[in-house]
């Protein structure tokens, strides 16, 4: 919602960026919350790959919106 609602490319691209930054940190967070909760560690997998996923999304994004 942020993004879209972006002033500028600029802006936009920025705010993209911050998110596929917490995308990036969701990861780091599951993976220590998997380490110290080992029965938590087949959905923290799964929340992984999602975040995963949102972070190749999100660079995808950036990388199309940079080149045009």
């Known amino acids: 919602?942020?993004?879209d609602a972006a002033e500028s490319k600029k802006d936009f691209n920025h705010k993209i960026s911050i998110?596929?930054?917490?995308?990036?940190?969701?990861?780091?967070?599951?993976?220590m919350i998997a380490k110290a909760n080992p029965d938590k560690k087949d959905t923290c997998r799964l929340l992984w790959r999602e975040s995963h996923?949102?972070?190749l999304i999100f660079s995808a994004i950036l990388k199309s919106n940079n080149t045009r």
């Not at 998110?19 to 993976?31: D, G, I, Q, S, V």
């Open 53 to 55: 996923e949102l972070t």
């Open 19 to 31: 998110t596929r930054k917490e995308a990036k940190e969701t990861k780091h967070w599951l993976r």
């Open 1 to 3: 919602m942020e993004a």
